[in-house]
């Protein structure tokens, strides 16, 4: 009896740990597929805010956006 709770214990816990990381592993795999924040975006935000923005000033958004992923 104590041998079964201890084997579906363990198989709780391996189960968890490999769901995990399957969901992590998924879930990189799609941000890296359909980015959260495009150049379209960040052009449509700027403007809203008033601003002509550069190609220069979108790229530099980009990739202080991508610091941050």
């Known amino acids: 009896m104590l041998m079964d709770i201890v084997?579906?214990?363990?198989?709780?816990l391996?189960?968890?740990v490999v769901?995990?990381?399957?969901?992590r592993?998924?879930?990189?795999?799609?941000?890296k597929k359909n980015p959260p924040i495009n150049?379209?975006?960040?052009?449509?935000?700027?403007?809203q805010m008033g601003r002509k923005?550069?190609?220069k000033q979108i790229n530099q958004?980009?990739?202080s956006m991508?610091?941050?992923q």
């Open 19 to 23: 769901g995990f990381f399957l969901a």
């Open 39 to 47: 150049e379209e975006m960040i052009k449509s935000l700027m403007m």
């Open 53 to 55: 923005p550069s190609q």
């Open 14 to 16: 391996i189960g968890l």
């Open 66 to 68: 991508e610091k941050y």
């Open 61 to 63: 958004m980009m990739k």
């Open 7 to 12: 084997q579906v214990a363990i198989g709780l």
């Open 25 to 31: 592993h998924f879930m990189m795999k799609y941000l």
